[in-house]
């Protein structure tokens, strides 16, 4: 199974420049999170999805925008991107209400690296 | 939200055990108490997760206190694949989980 997938891994862009990081998920699962993790910091969370068409804010959702297309796909967009969200992104996703605790645990993607100049 | 409280870092030699503690003062009644680990470079990955009682699986043991203000997880051989940064997370209601900035384990050779 390919669990969370995330793309793009790596990114560039420059001051102002918009673009979307997609992320999609195979187990079935019905919540799915954005994360950031700055250098040497824990991870923040951006927006999370209850269910396919619900969104909410975490943390950090500022500057941030996110669509949550069908069950399988989250992304995330940054309209106008700005240095200070040179980031590592994570998606996760888990079941929620879950049949069992164990079924709630999170599933993390490996992670897109962004930079903005 | 529920915070947790842990050590920046640590050290362990490797193939002797590791407790990783936690401190959860403000933990409430239906809070699962969740522990994950980042390896270097990857996404975080979990590790074990409880309520009450102490839980074992094959990665490694969480006891927790009985009054649950506390947690302490458990490897029980370090292993230098086990050098990551550990999370002690509480999954609150709502489904959102707040990580802290976790424990960095460094496994001595």
């Known amino acids: 199974n390919a669990g969370v997938t995330q793309t793009p891994k790596f990114q560039v862009l420059k001051t102002g420049q918009s673009m979307t990081l997609q992320c999609a998920q195979d187990m079935n699962h019905n919540s799915m999170y954005w994360y950031r993790q700055d250098p040497g910091m824990g991870l923040r969370l951006i927006y999370y999805s209850a269910s396919e068409g619900t969104t909410d804010k975490g943390e950090v959702p500022n500057g941030y925008n996110v669509s949550r297309l069908n069950k399988r796909e989250f992304s995330l967009r940054l309209e106008s991107a700005a240095p200070s969200q040179t980031s590592v992104y994570f998606c996760?996703?888990?079941?929620?209400?879950?049949?069992?605790?164990?079924?709630?645990?999170?599933?993390f993607g490996a992670g897109s690296r962004l930079t903005v100049l | 939200d529920a915070k947790t409280t842990q050590p920046n870092s640590m050290e362990s030699n490797e193939e002797e055990p590791v407790h990783l503690p936690c401190n959860h003062s403000?933990?409430?009644?239906?809070?699962?108490i969740h522990w994950y680990r980042q390896l270097p470079s990857q996404g975080p990955e979990y590790v074990i997760h409880g309520l009450t009682s102490n839980v074992n699986n094959r990665m490694a043991s969480l006891a927790i206190a009985e009054d649950r203000k506390s947690s302490t997880l458990i490897l029980h051989r370090a292993t230098l694949r086990d050098a990551a940064v550990y999370y002690c997370i509480l999954r609150a209601t709502g489904n959102q989980f707040y990580f802290g900035t976790g424990t960095s384990l460094t496994v001595i050779p």
């Open positions: 996760a996703s888990n079941f929620f209400p879950a049949e069992s605790s164990g079924a709630n645990v999170l599933t």
């Open positions: 403000t933990i409430s009644g239906t809070d699962y």
